[in-house]
């Protein structure tokens, strides 16, 4: 079911805490500069610092990244959905914010209280930890609100079972940048 509020409120620069594979994340429209600014100041991250994507679906990133062919849409879901995120390049378009040496951070979840949010949304979100920069990751919906209260929008659910965040891997070289 689309939730059209929800997405109005994450495309004029709202940040939402969701439940990932490992623990809360924030999020907010990743081609909103507002949005970004905002999160960065939550979370008291630097400014130079990169986000991962999540998406429920490729099409939700097709305009952040460079066309792919069948080939490489099939090596990527060797590891979609799951707790995998891939290094892909990025197009033109792309803003600056979003890319490190012309490379963008994409994952696609596996946790079906994740997917369910992408898709009433039909967009991708930044994903970062919800915690503050150097702090212990938030582990469930009550912790979220306490943190947050009425900072950002929460998404009321259960983390997943992993206890790491997601391996990240470049999809052209193959080296994996962590593990």
């Known amino acids: 079911m689309k939730n059209i509020r929800l997405k109005r409120f994450i495309a004029n620069g709202g940040v939402v805490a969701y439940p990932t594979e490992s623990c809360f994340g924030l999020g907010c429209n990743p081609q909103n500069f507002r949005g970004i600014k905002k999160l960065n100041l939550l979370k008291k991250r630097p400014t130079n610092k990169n986000f991962i994507l999540i998406a429920a679906e490729l099409?939700?990133?097709?305009?952040?990244?460079?066309?792919?062919?069948?080939?490489?849409?099939?090596?990527?879901?060797?590891?979609?959905?799951?707790?995998?995120?891939?290094?892909?390049?990025?197009?033109?378009?792309?803003?600056?914010?979003?890319?490190?040496?012309?490379?963008?951070a994409i994952r696609i979840p596996n946790l079906n209280i994740c997917q369910d949010f992408l898709s009433s949304i039909?967009?991708?979100?930044?994903?970062?930890?919800?915690?503050?920069?150097?702090?212990?990751?938030?582990?469930?919906?009550?912790?979220?609100?306490?943190?947050y209260k009425h900072s950002v929008r929460i998404i009321k659910g259960r983390i997943g079972r992993n206890k790491k965040p997601s391996q990240i891997q470049d999809f052209d070289t193959k080296v994996i940048i962590r593990k």
């Not at 099409?59 to 952040?64: F, L, S």
């Not at 060797?78 to 040496?101: E, V």
Request: glycine residues 2%; charged residues 25%.
């Open 59 to 104: 099409k939700q990133i097709k305009n952040i990244i460079q066309k792919l062919n069948k080939k490489q849409i099939e090596n990527l879901y060797t590891k979609w959905p799951g707790p995998h995120t891939w290094l892909i390049k990025a197009n033109r378009t792309c803003p600056s914010w979003l890319k490190k040496n012309n490379k963008v």
């Open 122 to 147: 039909d967009m991708a979100v930044t994903s970062t930890s919800a915690n503050k920069t150097k702090q212990h990751p938030i582990k469930n919906y009550r912790e979220a609100c306490r943190y």
